[in-house]
């Protein structure tokens, strides 16, 4: 079920978060499997998956990142075990911040370190600030325009989630 129909609600990158918290507490007095223990099993069950569909939707819909999965999964924009190829220029970019961690590794170094951090926290400034252009774009954008939107979110996407590896290692190397 998806999960913007079922709190009815458009989908969007953007939503009222409030607004998803009042439903979320809306449909958890509605679908409370206690209120139903009087009547059928099978009744019990529906209000349980309700109640189960309910509490997932609103961990997806309350989270910036998981919303952002989701609606390109819906959209068949991000798919379990897909192998995205990310752009040459990206991979250029980011062998030189590899190598620093390689040299990092071998021979710790507090100012290679720094260096290394800012270079990727400008490069992630860079991802959230067209991230939040294309979401806004697509939240405001027509039915045609949606595709290439999320196109563009992939790509950003998938560049977010190789810079998280790459900055997981960086603390790594911060925490030694």
């Known amino acids: 079920m998806n999960y913007y129909e079922f709190y009815g609600i458009p989908e969007s990158f953007n939503v009222d978060e409030s607004g998803v918290k009042r439903k979320f507490y809306e449909l958890s ?16 069950q529906e209000i349980l998956e309700l109640s189960t569909i309910n509490n997932k939707a609103y961990q997806v819909l309350s989270n910036p990142v998981k919303r952002l999965e ?12 897909e192998k995205y190829q990310l752009p040459q220029e990206f991979l250029m970019e980011m062998m030189e911040v590899n190598e620093a961690l390689m040299e990092l590794e071998f021979e710790p170094d507090a ?38 939107f999320l196109l563009k979110i992939k790509d950003l996407y998938y560049r977010q989630k190789y810079l998280l590896r790459i900055r997981e290692s960086l603390n790594k190397f911060a925490t030694r």
């Open 29 to 44: 007095k509605t679908y409370h499997p206690d209120f139903y223990i009087n009547h059928t099993e099978e009744k019990q």
């Open 111 to 148: 100012v290679v370190l720094e260096n290394t951090s800012k270079q990727i926290a400008v490069i992630e400034e860079g991802i959230l600030s067209e991230l939040d252009a294309f979401t806004r774009a697509f939240d405001e954008g027509k039915e045609g325009e949606k595709e290439n």
């Open 70 to 81: 989701y609606i390109l999964k819906i959209h068949g924009h991000a798919l379990e075990g």
